[in-house]
């Protein structure tokens, strides 16, 4: 059996199929698990997740940013100009088994056998594995419960800024949902800044990438995330970035991890200019 993550796929429903015609993948013997953001400003978003939903055990997706805003829009938040590319799941006829599926994913996944941890985007230093399950769980819950729409409604804006324990309601699910889907870089507080977009070396004054932060928590994880497109450095131990910028004229990535790890790349056509989240 093979296990492969996947980067994001942003609706790149044709060059996510050549990636796994290329990886011969198969659905009996092969996993599949998916660092989120599988909708939006892609063509085919309805197909991808159509795809990944009709794969069952074989695959696992964590929630993007995209796809949480695919949930808000369906529980009734309003689409900006650019998200036409979700109209055909939310006119879709199984739209309502689409969006119960979808928000009953994870934001984070943890293979104790694999020794491999799959989020979004990533962790503040602060959080060890314990708290960052532990903090997976408490918007999980509420996305899985009669809470979502309210939650939803409440995830949107900067801040807080940096994590206390003290942090409450939707402060505190704001902020959580902000670091799993969303992260890039914060100061070596973990005060996040989530302005900062694109590449190490382009950030704001003070600001690191978030794995580079000294002492972090969740130093000793092996920890696979998508949500940066503009990252091309894979020298940190521990640290494997696979969101290589299909959508942006880029590269769709698998990473292999029942065994040494190894990258295998689907070039892709591009879709957009890079900007934004």
Not at 8 to 29: I, M, P, R
Not at 96 to 101: M, S, Y
Request: proline share 6%; hydrophobic share 35%.
């Amino acid at each position: 059996m093979a296990v492969y993550a996947i980067g994001d796929v942003q609706g790149c429903f044709e060059e996510l199929q050549a990636l796994l015609d290329k990886l011969a993948f198969s659905a009996k013997h092969d996993r599949l698990w998916f660092a989120g953001d599988l909708v939006n400003r892609g063509p085919k978003s309805l197909e991808t997740l159509r795809f990944i939903k009709g794969l069952g055990d074989t695959a696992l997706s964590v929630l993007g940013n995209h796809d949480l805003h695919l949930l808000a829009a369906a529980y009734g938040h309003t689409l900006k100009n650019d998200d036409h590319t979700l109209d055909a799941v939310l006119n879709a006829p199984d739209r309502d088994e689409l969006i119960d599926w979808l928000r009953h994913r994870p934001l984070l996944h943890h293979d104790t056998d694999l020794d491999f941890t799959l989020v979004h985007a990533g962790l503040p230093p602060q959080w060890d594995l314990a708290l960052a399950q532990q903090c997976a769980k408490e918007v999980e819950t509420i996305l899985r419960s009669d809470g979502i729409a309210d939650l939803l409604t409440n995830m949107y804006g900067n801040n807080p800024k940096q994590w206390t324990d003290e942090l409450e309601g939707y402060n505190r699910l704001r902020f959580i949902i902000n670091c799993f889907t969303r992260m890039r870089y914060c100061d070596p507080a973990g005060r996040l800044d989530l302005k900062s977009k694109g590449p190490p070396g382009s950030q704001r004054a003070g600001s690191l990438p978030w794995y580079e932060i000294p002492d972090r928590a969740s130093k000793g994880l092996n920890i696979i995330f998508g949500h940066w497109s503009t990252l091309r450095e894979f020298g940190h131990p521990g640290i494997y970035p696979i969101d290589s910028a299909c959508l942006w004229g880029g590269e769709l990535t698998a990473l292999r991890i029942d065994t040494e790890p190894q990258r295998i790349n689907q070039p892709c056509p591009g879709q957009q200019t890079p900007e934004g989240d």
